[in-house]
């Protein structure tokens, strides 16, 4: 007999500013539905311990987009001290799990294919990270082991990247070029508009 896989929570990053996009990004809809949302449903159908939001700048408008999911809402009052310190929130408040699948709320092109593979890249060394691998690094969508990842040291501006470049005993890299594509702007909102498929690479 085997055992029961790893239990996976997930947490959706959506507590910055989005000063370039001028206006909250997280509710700008992609498909008939808010970015925040898509990455949400995305992050249930792949966590088997529970999924939080994390939000920020535009709490009300996240918290609306979400209010009809099975999601726990986790205010981070500190946000503007960078991306390091809402992944330290998330992980904070993560339940009790193996890995937390941290997401960004702005990859619309990461499917639930990219998800599931990153998921069976963890599942096989459930105590290394997985991340998304694209443009020479790696980046969220990732998998963090837990607990360890709660004693992490994250730069403020760089969220994990650093860390899952240098994770003692290395981590899996999962190719995810969809990872390398986010919606920063309303151009990039634009580029996802039917008929326009030029989503290659960063913005």
């Not at 986790?74 to 193996?98: E, F, Q, S």
């Not at 459930?126 to 969220?140: D, E, H, S, V």
Request: glycine share 10%; charged share 15%; proline share 8%.
């Amino acid at each position: 007999m085997t055992g029961k896989p790893p239990r996976l929570a997930g947490a959706v990053l959506a507590a910055g500013r989005a000063s370039r996009f001028e206006g909250p990004k997280q509710v700008a809809s992609v498909a008939g539905q808010p970015l925040v949302t898509l990455a949400a449903r995305a992050a249930l159908r792949h966590c088997d311990a529970g999924v939080l939001v994390v939000t920020g700048a535009h709490a009300a408008n996240v918290r609306k987009a979400v209010s009809r999911l099975d999601v726990r809402i986790v205010h981070h009052r500190n946000w503007a001290a960078g991306l390091g310190t809402t992944v330290k929130a998330a992980i904070a408040a993560a339940p009790d799990c193996a890995g937390l699948l941290v997401m960004a709320c702005d990859q619309p092109g990461v499917d639930d294919k990219a998800l599931a593979a990153l998921v069976r890249a963890w599942r096989q060394t459930p105590r290394q990270p997985a991340a998304a691998a694209y443009a020479g690094i790696l980046g969220i969508p990732a998998i963090l082991p837990m607990p360890g990842a709660r004693s992490l040291s994250l730069s403020p501006d760089r969220g994990a990247q650093a860390s899952l470049m240098n994770w003692p005993g290395g981590s899996t890299a999962v190719p995810m070029a969809a990872a390398g594509f986010d919606v920063d702007t309303p151009m990039d909102l634009a580029r996802l508009a039917p008929g326009n498929h030029e989503q290659d690479g960063d913005p």
